[in-house]
């Protein structure tokens, strides 16, 4: 009896790291940061000019055809700006990089240049651009609507 429950013992010792192991990763791969499975193809129809995908706004009129996803974001983003506001244009910044974290090495600029959009957008009232600033990629619109 004694050596059946040893047995037990060394067998569920040797097992359990095994499981642990597999269901932790299996764990990783199924949360909500994680890349979807398609991002190839959210990345090139985010690169059409018809409006869908990812990032993309029912706004935006441009082509982006043959663009870096990160140019058409940019294009996006602008257009967002001119129809709507900078507000409208940081949502969309903020929900882009949210959906595609590949592009986050990106953010700081864009928002520095819909800080300084912002600023042309409204003939140079800079407190009036600054009014829609907020903590997205770490306050660089409202260091784009100063400099």
Not at 19 to 33: D, E, F, K, S, Y
Not at 37 to 65: E, K, P, W, Y
Not at 90 to 107: A, H
Request: positive net charge.
């Amino acid at each position: 009896m004694k050596q059946l429950v040893r047995r037990i013992g060394q067998t569920f010792a040797l097992t359990l790291p095994v499981v642990l192991v597999t269901t932790g990763t299996l764990a990783v791969t199924r949360v909500p940061w994680a890349p979807p499975t398609g991002l190839d193809q959210q990345v090139v129809a985010a690169s059409t000019g018809d409006g869908a995908g990812i990032g993309r706004s029912d706004t935006a009129t441009r082509t982006t055809d043959g663009l870096a996803p990160q140019e058409s974001l940019r294009v996006a983003l602008l257009d967002e700006l001119r129809a709507k506001s900078p507000s409208a244009a940081l949502d969309l910044l903020e929900r882009s990089m949210r959906e595609q974290p590949s592009l986050t090495p990106y953010c700081s600029s864009l928002a520095t240049e819909l800080g300084k959009a912002a600023v042309r957008k409204y003939q140079g009232d800079v407190q009036r651009a600054r009014s829609f600033a907020r903590p997205v990629c770490d306050g660089a619109f409202a260091a784009g609507v100063v400099g």
